[in-house]
Structures are given as structure tokens and as C-alpha cells.
């Protein structure tokens, strides 16, 4: 395989250049469903996110050590 200064690349074989054809990889279709399916597919409930049992928003309203934080109580001089 052969590239020149130009990016014309020619592949050789014994010296003497091949014919040969670039094949790019198609993407992937839709299923196609029937006017039935389409309803029932539709109809699948997507269950929402569920954060892992070690994430921050669980931890909520606690230090990293896992104490809970305390309020501030305003002594009315405000």
C-alpha cells in the first residue's frame, strides 16, 4: 500500500497496481414496525435514572465524614 505526496494511495501486488474500490460502513436502520408494534413500543416505560447508592445527592445535607450538618440558628440581630 502506497500513498503519495498527493494522498492518492495505490496498492500494489508483485509491483504491479491493483484495481480496487473504497467500501464505507453503512449505519445502522430503525426496526421497522408494524402500525401495532408502534403503539406497544411506544406504550414501554423508560425507567428514570436511578443515581448509584454512593452519589453525592444521597449524601445530602451531611458532611463527608457523615455527620450531619448543623443549622445555623439566627439569635434575632439581624
Avoid at 445502522?28 to 406497544?40: F, M, N, W, Y
Avoid at 443515581?51 to 445535607?61: E, K, N
Amino acid at each position: 500500500v502506497c500513498e503519495n505526496a498527493q494522498g492518492d494511495i495505490t496498492i500494489l501486488y508483485k509491483g504491479k497496481p491493483l484495481n480496487y474500490s473504497v467500501f464505507r460502513k453503512q449505519q445502522r436502520q430503525a426496526e421497522v414496525l408494524t402500525s401495532k408494534e408502534i403503539d406497544i413500543h411506544l406504550k414501554k416505560k423508560k425507567k428514570p435514572h436511578k443515581p448509584a447508592p454512593d452519589h453525592p445527592w444521597r449524601h445530602y445535607g451531611r458532611h463527608i465524614s457523615g455527620k450531619p450538618i448543623q443549622e445555623v440558628v439566627s439569635h434575632g440581630n439581624d
